[in-house]
Structures are given as C-alpha cells and as structure tokens.
C-alpha cells in the first residue's frame, strides 16, 4: 500500500479536490508508476464540467509520464526506473479494431471503466471507499497503479513535461495529420483552434513539410505560439464565418488542402468543411459533447470528391508511436516543449481549470516533485 495526494472528482460541476488515498500495490501485469508530470488537457475539463458524464469517484487526469516504481509478478516488458508515458487507452487486443490493427478505434478497452482489465480499483480514500482512475490511469494524482501495457516505456532524457504531453495531445495532434490524414509534402493545410492539440497540429504539418500551414484561433496570443512551431501564417477565426473562410481561401489559393478542427465545437466543425477546395479533407480531432450534430452541403461534398475524417488519439498505437514521437523530440523535429508555458502544482488545478475555459495561456502541466 502507498500513501498518495490525487485530485478526485466527487461529482461533476463541482470542484476536483486534492484527496489523500491509499494505492494498492500491483498485481500480477501491473506497474506502479510515479508521476512526474500530468498535462491539463480539455478533455478533463470536460469531465470536470459535467459535458461528458463520467462515473465518480474518479482520480483525474489522463496525460501523465514517470517512472516505474515497481512491478507486479510478470512484468516483462519493464523494470524499476524505467522512465514512461502513460496511455489513455490500454487495447482489449480481441475486438474487430484490435484485431484488424486499428487499436486507437477499440470498442472495449478497460480504460472506457476506468478500472483494470478485470475491473478492480486500485484507490480507496480515507474511509475505504473505492475511487475510479481516470482512463484507468489517473495521472493527477503522486503515484497510480496501471496495466502493463498501460506504461510505454521512453528514452533516457526527456523532459517529463514532454513525456507527459506525448500521452494525449502530442499523440492526438500530431499523429491526426502524420496518421490519420497523412498529408503529404507541400500540401496546404489550416488548424482550427490553438490548444495543445491544435499546436500539435501544426507541429505535425510542419513535420509533414507541408508549404502553407495557417493557424486560426479566436485568442491573438495563440497565433503567435503557433508560429514559434511552424505556422506560416495566423488568422483571427470570428463568428463572422463567411469572412474567415474567404480570408482563409485567399492564404491558401482557394482553400486548404487539409483542414484540422482542434476545439470540438459545431461551428468551427462547419467551417471546416466550408473551407475546402475541390478534393480538400476535414479533418475532426477536436471532441464535442455527446449530442452535438453538424450539417454540411452534401452536393458539394460530392460534387468535389471532399472528404471528413474523424481522428481519435491520431490513430495512436501507444506502444508504436510514443518513442517514435519522444524520438523526433530528441532529434529537435518535434519540439513539444514549447506547447508548455505553465509548470503548476496539484493544488491549483482548479485554477487551472479556469484559465483553460477562459482561453488562457498554452499547456499547463501540473509537476510532482
Ligand atoms: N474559434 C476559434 N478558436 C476557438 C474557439 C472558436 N470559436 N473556441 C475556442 N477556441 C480556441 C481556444 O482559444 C483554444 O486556443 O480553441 C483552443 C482550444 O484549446 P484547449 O482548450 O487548450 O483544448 P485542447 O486540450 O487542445 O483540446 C482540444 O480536443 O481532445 C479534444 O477534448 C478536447 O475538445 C477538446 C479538443
Ligand atoms: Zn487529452
Ligand atoms: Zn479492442
């Protein structure tokens, strides 16, 4: 048993608060991981808001590095000190996606319980009540217990800020346009929305040596952090859509090629569609709530062979692409570190939580000493 402070959603709409548990020790193909460091992304925001009903109580958090700490009986795969990142989906490994290779598309990965594989719980709080980990990972919290397959190991010498990020929205960015879309050199491609997801976005255009890379977003400052990674050209995206698209065809010789939608919201949804030249492809990465519909024209849609692509994780295979990622980091091709502008501690996640709805600010990571 080990004694940990995690930030513990009780109910949803009402504050994440820092809560002593205890963390069970790991089992036959578990590790314990301590976290270095967990990402605040939007989709915890959400959780935390309510906009995606989530069972409680639930330990937050699902972008998270470390190290192993210890392993359970069978453990192969790692040891003691291994640094790693954590994944937010563990594959069943027997369902139609798994077995057909598309394990991001896993119809019913454990992580969906927010438990291990065969449903324990690995926190109980002070009065021996189980508590759910989040994505069954719940990496806001000093230490968490996961599957094996949960904790992919990396290389010696990335930051774990770094290593944190690669768990979602490095992964869910960059693999959209490397993966999902798999856009070639010299294509023209726009991002909609400039969080951490839509930065990685376009770190994955830059990567793919695309010759136009246009960053749109409703906040100035975001436009220039797209920039610092590779953006050739920002716009200003208002309700007004007719104009930005016009703006945006006009940087792009008639439309972009690619269009990746980073915020998970039915307008900008539609404006990428819009936006498309002949033979052009949306690209939805950003997550809305449930219910959300959009609506298109669908004469054009076939009349000009466009395509809509729908991009969960960036068609992630954890175990594949999480060095591959740390890699091009390391190689200065993917530089991940500037998507952080804010290292906090656990206690002020709810002030995280503002700023992120407020617009504010680039990546904020919570670290662990
Ligand atoms: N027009 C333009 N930009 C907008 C608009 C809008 N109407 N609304 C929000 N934005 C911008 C914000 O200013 C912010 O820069 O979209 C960006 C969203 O970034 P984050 O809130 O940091 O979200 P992120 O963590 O990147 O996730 C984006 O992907 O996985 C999903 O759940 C996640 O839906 C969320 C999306
Ligand atoms: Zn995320
Ligand atoms: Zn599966």
């Not at 003691?80 to 594959?91: E, K, T």
């Not at 189980?130 to 930051?159: H, K, R």
């Not at 980091?329 to 206690?347: S, V």
Request: with cysteine; glycine share 12%.
């Amino acid at each position: 048993m080990t004694a940990i402070r995690a930030a513990v959603l009780r109910a949803a709409g009402e504050p994440a608060a820092v809560e002593r548990l205890t963390l069970a020790e790991p089992r036959a193909g578990e590790v314990r991981v301590r976290i270095l460091a967990s990402g605040v992304c939007h989709s915890d925001l959400h959780v935390r808001d309510g906009d995606w009903p989530r069972p409680t109580p639930l330990a937050m958090g699902h972008e998270g590095a470390g190290v192993v700490e210890a392993v359970g009986p069978g453990v192969r795969s790692l040891s003691v000190g291994q640094p790693v990142a954590l994944s937010w989906l563990v594959p069943c490994g027997v369902c139609r996606s798994c077995r057909t290779g598309r394990v991001w598309a896993c119809l019913d990965s454990p992580s969906f319980r927010h438990r291990m594989p065969d449903g324990a719980t690995v926190l109980s709080a002070a009065d021996g009540a189980q508590v759910l980990s989040y994505c069954g990972i719940g990496t806001m919290a000093e230490a968490t217990v996961v599957p094996e397959a949960a904790a992919i190991a990396l290389p010696d010498g990335l930051d774990p800020s770094v290593a944190a990020l690669i768990g979602c929205c490095v992964s869910t960015g960059v693999g959209a346009v490397l993966k999902t879309a798999s856009v070639p050199a010299g294509a023209s491609v726009a991002v909609i929305g400039l969080g951490g997801v839509g930065l990685s976005c376009v770190i994955g255009a830059a990567i793919a040596g695309a010759s136009r890379i246009v960053a749109l977003d409703r906040v100035p400052a975001k436009l220039d952090a797209a920039r610092a990674v590779g953006a050739t050209d920002g716009l200003i995206s208002t309700e007004d859509r007719a104009a930005t698209v016009e703006a945006l065809r006009d940087l792009t010789d008639g439309g972009p090629d690619f269009v990746f939608e980073a915020i998970g919201r039915v307008s900008t949804v539609e404006l990428a569609i819009e936006c498309l030249p002949l033979g052009g492809t949306a690209i939805v990465v950003g997550l809305t709530p449930f219910e959300a519909r959009a609506s298109f024209g669908v004469y054009p849609l076939v009349d000009g062979s466009r395509r809509i692509l729908g991009s969960n994780y960036g068609f992630a295979d954890p175990a594949i692409d999480f060095p591959r990622y740390a890699a091009m980091h390391l190689a200065g091709r993917l530089p991940a570190e500037r998507l952080i502008d804010r290292r906090i501690g656990l206690d002020d996640l709810e002030g995280a939580f503002d700023r992120l709805r407020a617009g504010q600010g680039l990546r904020q990571v919570l670290v662990f000493d």
